[in-house]
């Protein structure tokens, strides 16, 4: 079946930094990926999205990367702050129902 | 971006009842889904609130566990029925507005005993 998977549960990194969350996923025809920030107690926050007619999509201090080829996603964020601090979720979809499929989320803890 | 609120924001049930949450958004959009976020777990579907028409359920959930409503455009809410404690979760709306972003409310975060 489908599925989208995170290859690091916890990730710790020390602020200023950069950080680098990573995201399988199996469903070649999934067209649309998402990256959201959970904070504790909070809904998932929309970071970024990407397309799959797309490599590489930039934000502010976020850039994302999707390797179709190995069916591979990416969030890169920038000089890491203790405010990024949350758990990350990786979600893919595939045509247009609008239903996404989530990974199992990554864990970002910044060191002062 | 849309203004989603959930209510109510936490619960504490006893097993057997039922618990109704509201969703509410401040604009018309076409598709609101609901989702379950077990503790520690990420996020599934539990189903697709469509307007006007029965919504459509994931496998592993049914309309007799979860009756959803989708009254209008800007409303819906997910009753759990029959709870037990394995129904304590984050319950999750989402709203995507012409396969653009889909965004979150709060969640409403159910404790049964």
């Known amino acids: 079946g489908e599925s989208v998977g995170l290859h690091l549960p916890t990730l710790s990194v020390q602020e200023g930094d950069n950080s680098i969350i990573n995201c399988a996923y199996s469903?070649?025809?999934?067209?649309?990926f998402i990256w959201y920030k959970q904070e504790s107690g909070k809904g998932p926050q929309f970071i970024i999205d990407i397309r799959s007619n797309m490599d590489k999509r930039q934000g502010q201090r976020v850039t994302v990367l999707l390797n179709k080829t190995v069916k591979h996603l990416s969030l890169q964020i920038a000089a890491t702050q203790p405010g990024d601090s949350a758990v990350y979720f990786c979600?893919?979809?595939?045509?247009?129902?609008?239903?996404?499929?989530f990974g199992q989320g990554t864990t970002l803890q910044v060191k002062p | 971006s849309a203004v989603i609120s959930q209510k109510p924001s936490r619960d504490i049930c006893q097993r057997g009842t039922s618990l109704t949450i509201q969703c509410q958004v401040d604009s018309q959009v076409t598709m609101m889904f609901w989702y379950r976020q077990q503790p520690g777990q990420s996020l599934t579907l539990i189903a697709t609130?469509?307007?006007?028409?029965?919504?459509?359920?994931e496998s592993g959930f049914v309309i007799d566990k979860f009756p959803i409503s989708r009254p209008n455009l800007t409303f819906s809410t997910l009753t759990v029925s029959n709870m037990s404690p394995e129904d304590s979760s984050i319950y999750l709306c989402s709203v995507d507005r012409a396969y653009n972003e889909q965004f979150f409310g709060p969640g409403t975060r159910l404790t049964v005993l």
């Open positions: 609130a469509n307007q006007g028409s029965e919504a459509t359920y």
């Open positions: 979600a893919e979809r595939a045509g247009n129902t609008g239903k996404l499929i």
């Open positions: 469903n070649s025809a999934s067209d649309y």
